[in-house]
């Protein structure tokens, strides 16, 4: 059963704790995406990888910092250094990088800090 | 620079009527075009895409959407509300730089009334 998968579903932290948020695909696509969601908005992009060993900044990577050593994964760390981390965050994969390809978004993990 | 306005943050049906939710799109090129929804607490479902072919686009769940370039519109419709349509949709236009980054819309929460 082909998917994207991110655990957990809730996690708690404190203030000043780094923390990572874990994906994982199956559905052999090179592309992954981190997206923020914030009551009341739409996302926003934090990170994204073309391709194994490559990512790129999005809109608000600050506070943020990801890996891609394997296709299949990209976890993403809130850093201390992230001033507002309660989120609900998206992990979301496509075929390949590019114009036609759509994005497939896994369940989310809800972060709360405190 | 490419963005979109969902005219509507609540939209409230009674089941067995008419849904329409309306989306505005601003693009300098021909837009890829996209509606997502998201049930409470999950990831986001792709519903359609439109990229420059039918200007009639039909989804899942019975959903559809017209894109109008002469309106920059793309509203997403259903003849008959169900009670499992109640959820957030996002509208979403995809840049068209080399980033291919999605923007999203702010999202419509829809409500089906028995």
């Known amino acids: 059963d082909g998917g994207i998968t991110q655990s957990p579903k809730y996690l708690f932290r404190k203030e000043g704790q780094n923390v990572t948020l874990s994906c994982e695909q199956n559905l052999n696509h090179d592309a992954m995406y981190w997206y923020r969601q914030d009551p009341g908005q739409g996302l926003r992009l934090i990170y994204y990888?073309?391709?194994?060993?490559?990512?790129q900044k999005g809109d608000i990577a600050e506070g943020y910092s990801v890996s891609r050593e394997k296709k299949e994964s990209f976890p993403l760390t809130v850093t201390s250094a992230q001033k507002n981390p309660t989120a609900f965050y998206l992990c979301?994969?496509?075929?390949?990088?590019?114009?036609?390809?759509?994005?497939?978004f896994g369940p989310g993990t809800r972060l709360t800090v405190t | 620079a490419q963005s979109v306005t969902q005219l509507d943050s609540h939209v409230s049906v009674s089941e067995g009527t008419p849904v329409l939710l309306r989306c505005n799109y601003s693009s300098s090129y021909s837009p890829s075009l996209f509606w997502y929804v998201q049930h409470p607490n999950k990831g986001l479902q792709l519903l359609l895409k439109y990229t420059s072919a039918a200007t009639l686009v039909k989804g899942i769940n019975g959903f559809e959407a017209e894109f109008k370039k002469s309106e920059t519109s793309f509203h997403l419709t259903k003849p008959s509300a169900h009670m499992s349509d109640a959820a957030e949709y996002f509208c979403v236009v995809r840049r068209m730089d080399s980033s291919y980054k999605l923007i999203f819309g702010s999202g419509t929460r829809l409500l089906v009334r028995p």
């Open positions: 979301a994969s496509s075929i390949e990088f590019g114009i036609t390809y759509e994005q497939y």
């Open positions: 990888s073309q391709i194994v060993n490559d990512f």
